[in-house]
């Protein structure tokens, strides 16, 4: 009976949090911050709270949710010409979401074993798998479509490094610095609420 009732939450939860990245990818401002010519995230939170709240591997499948959604609504609804250019391409749109998943939970999972890192443990994985995201995306980028992109930002191709360096630098400190806020803030109850 209890093991029925602790699949039932871990379903419903996973069922939750997958409804909630597609409702966060193709519904405007939920999810993606409309600022040219990268659309800076927030769904990667609700990827880590994933993690965070039930493991590395159910981390990575929501990951898979939100890459797979991204692919999508690249092809259905793109923000821009950029995103039909870059997110169609599955190692762009699906490779970087998974690991997101991957990296929050395995370096959660290395501070979970010692006593007392819980809380830091949440905010240093919170700050790993948004990086994560932006480092990879812009990396894929650079190596698949660095013409494209460099001409997109009106950018010579032998400075495109620097300018990605500089997304990282803003949007992607922006959005590891709200992840490590917010994803403890959303977890802690969470996995509260699953002990219990």
Same mark, same amino acid.
Request: no cysteine; net charge positive.
């Given at each position: 009976?209890?093991?029925?009732?602790?699949?039932?939450?871990?379903?419903?939860?996973?069922?939750?949090?997958?409804?909630?990245?597609?409702?966060?990818?193709?519904?405007?401002?939920?999810?993606?911050?409309?600022?040219?010519?990268?659309?800076?995230?927030?769904?990667?939170?609700?990827?880590?709270?994933?993690?965070?709240?039930?493991?590395?591997?159910?981390?990575?499948?929501?990951?898979? !949710?939100?890459?797979?959604?991204?692919?999508?609504?690249?092809?259905?609804?793109?923000?821009?010409?950029?995103?039909?250019?870059?997110?169609?391409?599955?190692?762009?749109?699906?490779?970087?979401?998974?690991?997101?998943?991957?990296?929050?939970?395995?370096?959660?999972?290395?501070?979970?074993?010692?006593?007392?890192?819980?809380?830091?443990?949440?905010?240093?994985?919170?700050?790993?798998?948004?990086?994560?995201?932006?480092?990879?995306?812009?990396?894929?980028?650079?190596?698949?479509?660095?013409?494209?992109?460099?001409?997109?930002?009106?950018?010579? !191709?032998?400075?495109?490094?620097?300018?990605?360096?500089?997304?990282?630098?803003?949007?992607?400190?922006?959005?590891? !610095?709200?992840?490590?806020?917010?994803?403890?803030?959303?977890?802690?109850?969470?996995?509260?609420?699953?002990?219990?």
């Amino acid at each position: 009976m209890y093991q029925n009732k602790r699949k039932a939450y871990h379903t419903a939860i996973l069922g939750i949090l997958s409804a909630i990245i597609i409702i966060q990818n193709f519904v405007p401002l939920l999810g993606y911050i409309p600022i040219p010519p990268l659309n800076p995230t927030i769904i990667h939170i609700t990827v880590i709270v994933a993690a965070l709240t039930l493991g590395t591997k159910d981390g990575m499948i929501i990951g898979g !949710v939100w890459g797979v959604s991204r692919l999508i609504k690249a092809f259905i609804a793109p923000a821009s010409p950029l995103d039909l250019l870059l997110f169609t391409n599955p190692i762009i749109s699906i490779v970087p979401r998974i690991l997101v998943g991957f990296v929050a939970g395995y370096v959660y999972h290395l501070f979970k074993q010692k006593k007392g890192k819980d809380s830091l443990g949440m905010v240093v994985s919170s700050v790993f798998a948004s990086l994560t995201n932006t480092v990879l995306v812009l990396f894929f980028i650079y190596v698949f479509y660095k013409d494209d992109y460099a001409t997109a930002l009106n950018v010579d !191709v032998a400075n495109l490094a620097k300018a990605l360096g500089a997304i990282v630098q803003t949007n992607g400190i922006a959005e590891a !610095v709200a992840a490590a806020i917010i994803a403890p803030i959303v977890a802690r109850p969470l996995k509260r609420f699953r002990t219990n």
